[in-house]
């Protein structure tokens, strides 16, 4: 088990250009979800996905933003027309959820977008 | 949505010292979890604890589900606990993170 893996590690990108991110999560992990943040705030759910369904999308999130997992195994986070304001910390995270139970959340490093 | 405080929000302490993070919330939850980001900025989970107690190592978490707050004990602090801590909440979905502790242990 390799934990959750995310990359780049670091992107800087121009504003208006389109950045793309993949997160691989822990192999028997069936949640993967997509959170931001930025200095001096917790983590904010964007999006997250059980098996190749993506269920749940924050209403914050922009119509520029779209998430994908096409076979329940990694996922990608495009960002379109980026934007200064996107310019924050993308994390990934999974989970093993079955039925109605929880169980715990483990992040990876993060991919740290910068846009000039 | 559901508000997620927790206080305080830096914490300065010797090495060897105790402490107490406090973290309530507005509704009732199935899930909550901690946090520490270390300075690197990587995510540990700490406790998936929607209520009772647990304890691991110098860390213990109790989380009082009826009353809507959970407490994260650190005792003998060392300079590797130094970061930020998370508690986040929520359902059998998503978690709301709070804003966090930051705290900075001093040899």
């Known amino acids: 088990d390799t934990g959750v893996s995310q990359n780049p590690r670091h992107k800087i990108t121009k504003r208006g250009q389109n950045v793309t991110f993949r997160c691989d999560p ?11 943040q930025t200095l001096g705030q917790g983590p904010e759910f964007l999006t997250y996905f059980q098996n190749e369904a993506q269920l749940e999308k924050s209403r914050l999130l922009s119509d520029r933003f779209s998430a994908e997992r096409p076979k329940g195994s990694f996922s990608t986070l495009e960002i379109q027309r980026t934007e200064q304001g996107d310019s924050a910390m993308y994390l990934c995270a999974s989970s093993s959820n079955r039925g ?17 | 949505g559901i508000q997620v405080e927790q206080s305080p929000p ?15 919330f507005s509704d009732s939850v ?5 946090f520490h980001q270390n300075p690197w900025g990587q995510l540990i989970n700490l406790f998936y604890i929607p209520s009772g107690t ?3 190592g110098r860390l213990s978490a109790t989380t009082v589900a009826t009353e809507r707050y959970s407490l994260l004990y650190i005792s003998s602090s060392q300079t590797t606990d130094s970061g930020v801590y998370f508690c986040a ?3 059998y979905s998503t ?13």
């Open chain 1, 100 to 116: 109605r139970t929880n169980e715990k959340l483990f992040f990876g490093s993060g991919t740290q977008l910068s846009v000039l």
């Open chain 1, 26 to 36: 822990i192999s028997e992990h069936n949640r993967l979800y997509w959170y931001r």
């Open chain 2, 10 to 24: 830096d914490l300065i302490l010797q090495e060897g010292a105790n402490s107490t993070l406090r973290c309530n």
């Open chain 2, 95 to 107: 978690l709301t993170f709070g804003k966090g502790t930051m705290l900075l242990v001093s040899p």
């Open chain 2, 30 to 34: 199935n899930n909550l979890q901690w």
């Open chain 2, 54 to 56: 647990k304890q691991n």
């Open chain 2, 89 to 91: 909440v929520g359902g």
